[in-house]
């Protein structure tokens, strides 16, 4: 089987490879994904001598943690043939991506995967949150606050004005948002004003300056709103202004990719009534590969912290990053140093984006010493070196708001 890097003109043979292997999948819609010249910087096919059997596409991604930009490389599409699964394809073709990757100076890899558990034999670990929320109009509360912006909405496909609204509310998100925003290649930013089902709605000031956006679409009497976000609580309120004005044509909606910590409380003002009900579905899915550990520790480690841990990081795939890291005092380093804990680069994960406490994991077992079934579960009072490890890396909302 060989492996190599492929271009544009495989096209057409990756899009009958994804036909075979997802069901969701719809060629029509993804055309311009697949034109688009961005898209083909990373993508990687694998060969049975000159049969492609396999595809990956893997692209530049720039991501903020803990409000910190990192280059990321983003995995958007991973397929193999039927007749050629369970043969360690997409593992060979990941660590060629990783090898790649890590020579451009990037430490990590993002995706949303099809199987969770195979990619954490990988060494992925679930990075952001992110709720789906689906309710009936009933439940929406009639509270608005006077706002005094104005809503600007229509079709996005073929609307310029639309499109400038929308990239200049993506940018003032990315600049002021604490949530995990992203910015990516044209491919996959741009696709939204390709797809002529959507529609997209910007909340502005008297200035012209955004305070929130909505992307979504509508089908027999429900509302699929594929984004939604806002800067203040007069975007959020004018965004509600919008919704509410469409009493009479929608019944339904389902809000996808929420943030864990979405202001229910101003939107609803019940979560049942009369039959009726607001469901939450954890939709959780991002998932990240740390490749080099200690650059990516440095970086997000609160430095004002006093007092040290030393973590002994597991990486079956990796063998390089299988070391021990002394991570406080403002440092990170590789050290010889007995360990304080074994934590596998899965497990890194959620501790470093700020998903999960250092308690939360040492409670789960994830953050090791010793055996993990002597784990109490039931006192309040934590080892002070997990006490330690909060300080350094605090759990916060974590939301992949691209």
């Not at 409380?265 to 039959?275: D, I, K, N, T, V």
């Not at 912290?305 to 063998?319: A, C, I, Q, T």
């Amino acid at each position: 089987m060989e492996i190599r890097r492929i271009d544009s003109s495989y096209k057409d043979k990756i899009v009958e490879i994804f036909l075979m292997s997802f069901e969701y999948f719809e060629p029509e819609e993804s055309e311009f994904f697949f034109s688009d010249p961005s898209l083909w910087e990373y993508v990687w096919g694998a060969f049975d001598e000159e049969k492609l059997v396999a595809a990956y596409i893997s692209y530049k991604y720039l991501a903020k943690i803990r409000t910190k930009p990192f280059e990321c490389r983003y995995v958007e599409a991973v397929a193999t043939l039927p007749e050629y699964r369970r043969r360690g394809i997409t593992k060979a073709i990941l660590l060629r991506d990783i090898q790649e990757t890590l020579k451009s100076g990037v430490n990590i890899i993002m995706l949303d995967p099809f199987k969770h558990d195979f990619y954490v034999r990988l060494g992925f670990g679930l990075g952001f949150e992110s709720l789906e929320l689906t309710f009936d109009f009933s439940l929406l509360s009639d509270e608005l606050e006077d706002d005094d912006l104005k809503i600007v909405s229509g079709k996005l496909l073929n609307n310029e004005v639309m499109k400038t609204l929308i990239e200049e509310a993506r940018k003032v998100l990315w600049e002021t948002s604490r949530y995990t925003e992203a910015l990516e290649i044209a491919a996959c930013s741009q696709e939204i004003f390709h797809k002529k089902e959507l529609f997209g709605v910007v909340a502005i000031d008297a200035n012209g300056s955004p305070h929130g956006m909505m992307v979504y679409s509508k089908k027999e009497r429900k509302m699929l709103i594929e984004s939604f976000s806002f800067v203040d609580l007069a975007g959020l309120f004018a965004l509600k202004r919008f919704i509410l004005s469409h009493r009479d044509q929608i019944a339904t909606f389902e809000m996808r990719t929420m943030p864990p910590d979405f202001p229910i409380e101003l939107f609803f003002h019940s979560r049942w009534q009369a039959g009726k009900e607001l469901k939450m579905i954890d939709a959780s899915s991002r998932m990240v590969r740390i490749l080099h550990p200690l650059p990516v520790i440095s970086k997000l480690m609160d430095r004002s912290v006093r007092g040290n841990v030393v973590l002994k990081v597991k990486d079956e795939l990796l063998s390089q990053n299988n070391c021990k890291i002394l991570v406080g005092n403002g440092k990170a380093e590789i050290t010889e140093a007995t360990e304080d804990f074994q934590i596998a680069i899965s497990d890194l994960v959620p501790l470093l984006t700020g998903r999960l406490s250092a308690t939360r994991l040492w409670r789960l077992g994830k953050l090791l010493t010793g055996s993990r079934k002597n784990i109490p579960w039931g006192i309040s009072e934590v080892p002070e070196k997990v006490s330690i490890l909060d300080s350094i890396f605090p759990e916060i909302i974590t939301h992949n708001a691209v």
